[in-house]
Nanobody, 116 residues
Framework: QVQLVESGGGLVQPGGSLKVSCAAS????????MSWYRQAPGKERELVTV????????NYGDSVKGRFTISRDNAKNTVYLQMNSLKPEDTAVYYC?????????WGKGTLVTVSS
């Protein structure tokens, strides 16, 4: 059974930093492209960033480019999202996604709230 478990969300002040993690199990992690999505209250889910399986460069949404960094540790079956210079508009539930041809898995999300 595939599981993606996000952790590390919480309350942070504007301008602060937070790192969230997603631990994967039940799959061959290195075979999957890993992504972070987010969904703010009243808005549709949007793609934040994606990191390929190996040897490729991550892609970022325009709203987070230069502030967020995705990384993966295939030995630990974990993907990370380092978020810097956080803004109130970054407030959302952040979801981890694992995808390869014909297969698509989601975590349950972790809430990030940016507020003073």
């Amino acid at each position: 059974q595939v599981q993606l478990v996000e952790s590390g969300g919480g309350l942070v002040q504007p301008g602060g930093s937070l790192k969230v993690s997603c631990a994967a199990s039940g799959l061959t992690f290195s075979y999957y492209a890993m992504s972070w999505y987010r969904q703010a209250p009243g808005k549709e889910r949007e793609l934040v960033t994606v990191i390929p399986t190996a040897g490729g460069s991550p892609n970022y949404g325009d709203s987070v480019k230069g502030r967020f960094t995705i990384s993966r540790d295939n030995a630990k079956n974990t993907v990370y999202l380092q978020m810097n210079s956080l803004k109130p508009e970054d407030t959302a539930v952040y979801y981890c996604n694992a995808r390869r041809t014909g297969l698509d898995y989601w975590g349950k999300g972790t809430l990030v709230t940016v507020s003073s």
